[in-house]
């Protein structure tokens, strides 16, 4: 959809695009000020596959300080990106055939890596009504013989539901019947909270060395294109994870890691002011949705998306008589005749809903939700 509204875009048509999951603002100064400094310092070659242990010592102290955790470098391995971090995850744990439990809706790769790894993704369905989140009896439901792998993501993307801690205890009870399955936790929206502190699925001892945190800059520190994720988990894990990465990209960009220090050592003033903005913004994104007859959303508690219910509009026709039957050819519609770019919710697994991002200035979301209003008013 992004490429589509660029194709628009070029064509010199005003198009909004909801659709990019990355912050609307700049790598906070001191941070680029380091890698300014990193490269005046000649920090540019090969660095250690598993990251500078000054990094990695960096993220051991700030899971202690922030989250109550306990690791030592050796269980860090540093990537290009969270995103490298899941896949690497998976790479290494999963077996041709064997199983991973995803919570539906999911970040559209999570599915495609497993199918990668040549394991199979078994999913748990989940609705607005339960704001996105699975009880503890459907995860026993899910669980097989074959089942190698839990991965979910809160601060969830797309729905931005965060699981308290109340919630994730009562999944561990589960977890702790079947002592062969591992937990694999994205927690890269770890900062874009608005309902109380962070919690972790790793806090719980019983469980804790079963469980994988992925985590980065790219959200909290808007440090997207920097490419700076990394792994928390136990040393054997951590040990496969360096040796896989090893002989395919070996360690990540010298200078973004450098740049990485100084986001966890200065403090998080720049990323609560970015959090701050966004609180605004999910506001007035509720209030305008919940204007759009047909339209039914939850309020989100973290990350920046909204992912309402839209199926009451498929079966109507646009002004050229094609039929909606999905939630692809609604967002591409919205497109097309509202230009607006929106993510159609069968890419992450729900097709009753589309993905709206609210990392945009204010100006543009209530162009944006006006324009969304007005193309749903004019379909029959």
């Known amino acids: 959809m992004t490429k589509l509204g660029r194709e628009l875009a070029s064509k010199g048509i005003n198009v909004i695009s909801l659709s990019v999951g990355e ?24 660095s250690p596959v598993p990251g500078y242990p000054d990094l990695r010592q960096a993220i051991v102290n700030k899971l202690k300080t922030e989250n109550g955790l306990d690791y030592d470098i050796s269980q860090i391995v540093v ?12 790479l290494t744990l999963i077996n041709p055939g064997e199983e991973v439990i995803i919570p539906t809706p999911y970040w559209v790769s999570y599915s495609e890596m497993v199918t990668l790894a040549e394991g199979k993704s078994v999913f748990i369905d989940t609705d607005i009504e339960s704001n996105f989140k699975i009880t503890p009896e ?3 439901a899910a669980i097989t013989p074959n089942t190698k792998l839990f991965m979910f993501s809160s601060p969830c993307n ?26 694999l936790s994205d927690e890269i929206y770890e900062h874009i909270n608005f309902i109380d502190q962070h919690e972790s699925i790793a806090q719980f ?18 440090m997207t294109g920097w490419r700076l994720g990394y792994i928390a988990a136990n040393k054997e894990i951590a040990a496969a994870n360096d040796k896989l990465q090893g002989q395919t990209t070996s360690g990540t960009c010298s200078i973004a890691q450098r740049a990485g220090i100084v986001a966890y050592e200065q403090g998080l003033e720049s990323v609560n002011e970015m959090k701050d903005a966004f609180l605004r913004r999910r506001k007035l994104v509720y209030e305008l949705l919940n204007d759009i ?3 039914k959303t939850n309020l989100p508690e973290g990350a920046f998306y909204f992912f ?34 929106t993510v159609g919710g069968d890419s992450f697994g729900n097709n009753n809903y589309i993905r709206l991002s609210y990392a945009a200035s204010d100006e543009s979301l209530i162009e944006a939700l006006r324009r969304i209003k007005q193309a749903l008013a004019n379909l029959a």
Request: aromatic content about 10%.
């Open 23 to 46: 912050p609307d603002f700049n790598t906070p100064v001191h941070v680029k000020d380091a890698a300014k400094k990193a490269l005046d310092d000649n920090y540019t070659r090969y």
């Open 79 to 90: 990537s290009t990106g969270a995103k490298q971090s899941l896949s690497n995850v998976i």
């Open 138 to 140: 459907q995860l026993e």
């Open 158 to 183: 797309p729905t931005g539901s965060v699981y308290s801690k109340d919630e994730l205890a009562a999944l561990v009870v589960v977890f702790e019947k079947y002592p062969n399955i591992f937990i």
């Open 205 to 222: 001892d019983s469980i804790k060395d079963r469980v994988i945190i992925v985590n980065g800059f790219s959200k909290a520190f808007a």
């Open 293 to 295: 007859p047909g339209v």
């Open 308 to 341: 309402p219910e839209i199926s009451s509009f498929f079966g109507k026709k646009d002004p050229n008589g094609n039929e909606i039957k999905n939630s692809a050819d609604l967002a591409l519609y919205l497109l097309n005749f509202g230009h607006v770019a």
